[in-house]
């Protein structure tokens, strides 16, 4: 691993590290996405719902703007419901449950497929700073990868 230089690195492939890779990859940045496993990349906890009040409103803002996890709910929704429909329509809410190994099945598809992602398998233990500034990352097998910048999700 050691040599590997990349523009952006990013640490973490759950929902914003998912996000902050596939949009700097669209403004043109070659990124490299860190995860400690590739198979858990975007792995959902035991509730798969995408949605709620608060998440809810956060994906529609993703969505709004580009984002992958909107697109990727719906593609992996097994049940899609309007919460609170008995209060006013202020605190109504969308949720879809996931299947959670289609979920992660597709946005890894999506990842492997987009221009100027580069999935990296490796257990990020510190952060590499020269002169003030993060120029990398250390991994647990010794190898280290160089960055311009480090994005840490």
């Known amino acids: 691993m050691s040599g590997r230089r ?6 973490g492939a759950g929902h914003a590290g998912c996000e902050a ?4 990859a ?3 940045v070659e990124v490299g996405l860190v995860t400690m496993s590739l198979d858990s990349i975007a792995h959902m906890p035991c509730n798969p719902a995408i949605g709620g009040l608060a998440k809810g409103h956060l ?3 993703i969505d709004v703007l580009g984002g992958l996890m909107g ?3 719906d593609r992996a929704g097994i049940q899609f419901k309007m919460l609170n429909r008995g209060r006013g329509p202020a605190v109504w809410s969308p949720r879809a449950q996931q299947d959670k190994a289609l979920y992660r099945s597709i946005v890894r598809e999506h990842l492997e497929r987009a221009p100027g992602i580069t999935l990296v398998q490796a257990m990020v233990t510190s952060l590499v700073v020269e002169g003030g500034a993060v120029r990398g990352v250390a991994a647990a097998d010794g190898g280290v990868i160089e960055a ?4 840490v999700t």
């Open 71 to 73: 697109r990727m709910a």
């Open 26 to 28: 669209k403004l043109g």
């Open 6 to 11: 990349f523009p952006l690195l990013v640490i």
């Open 59 to 61: 994906v529609r803002e």
């Open 148 to 151: 311009d910048a480090v994005v």
């Open 21 to 24: 890779a596939c949009v700097a």
